[in-house]
């Protein structure tokens, strides 16, 4: 910290130049990641709800009223019509809620001490968090032959110590969806938590099901899911950070629920204490800025632009590791190691990402900020690689 205060130009001169080395998602040369620009709207509605906190709900009524109101919402969108939970700082911290709340609830009602979650090898790095953290064992089921969770491997692999089962709709890699329908048949069988990972797909499916996309079941439409993380961040165009965490029963927060003596609520079950509020406004201004309709219209474009670039590098001898499910294609040269590939685009400007499951392959999310003339910049470039 310096001694005296320093100009304000002279902080924002040199907070522009540290910010001109951020790559901008406008270019459509950030080809990796799962978030975007957030829209206009949900940027000057975060701006208004930077002072509260969500944390100390009773000091911030409306606000809070809207996090609930943005829970329902989503919730209505996932085939539940009593939702609990929260919006929190991102998929990880859903996915971290999800697998206490799993744990809390298997250790008050089974006594189970030394617990165990069974997930697929395409699952988040968040649930490794979680396990580390949670001190429970993770048990790693197999991927069948299209690349999604084997229900043979998920059976074989429940024991006594089984406090949760993970599936995700929209895998980090592929985004592919697990047989979610299958699984939750047998959690139900055997009384067992069952937490869907939708943290990609989440806003998404939904809408692609609605103007006939024909995709796997996934929500609590499926008796046996118990929770399902969703970010707003992603395709819902919230401001980062905005993570959904929705529980099908008020009970599993519950058992998350610690004292929290000096705020204005008596206990607390996220993770986070002090949690800022803008997100949920954010979120809660998007969604219905945009409704159904708009963010019908969204999927369905991203998804045109998916169908549009896996045909295209189709016709220029790439090989696809999958025909995409989801907005995500997974690709590799015929001739060329993935790395080797990955070096060719970066020094071209492409900023990509190296898929590791099921196989090292060049991936591509096809977000809101990469439009048909970046693709087809991208696929100009691809072809004087080939």
Known sequence: MEDKPIDKQDILKELEELHSLDHDYADGRILGSMCTEA???????YCKFLDTNLGDPGLFKGTKQIENEVVKSIGELLSLD??????????????????????NHARKYKGITDGEIIMPASAHFSFKKAADMLNLKIVEAELDNNYKIDVESVKNSITDKTVAI????????????????EISKIALEHNIYFHVDAAFGGFSIPFLKEIGYDLPV??????GVCSITVDPHKMGLAPIPAGGIIFRREEYLEV???DSPYLTVKTQSTIVGT???????ATYAIMKYFGKEGYSKLANDLMENTKFFAQ???????????EPELNIVAFNHPNMQTNELAEKLEELGWEVSVAKCPIPSIRVVLMNHVKRNHLEELLNDLKDIF
């Open 312 to 322: 295209s590098l189709k016709e220029l001898g790439y090989e696809l590791v999958c």
């Open 166 to 181: 993970v599936a995700i709709a929209g895998t980090t890699e592929l985004g592919l969806i697990d047989p979610i329908e």
């Open 218 to 223: 996934f929500d609590f439409s499926l008796e």
């Open 39 to 45: 829209h206009p709207f949900a940027k000057e509605v």
């Open 275 to 281: 949690r800022l509020g803008a997100s949920s406004a």
């Open 82 to 103: 009593n939702a609990y939970g929260n919006i929190v700082t991102g998929g990880t911290e859903a996915n971290l809620m999800a697998i206490r709340a799993a744990r």
């Open 256 to 258: 998350m629920a610690v």
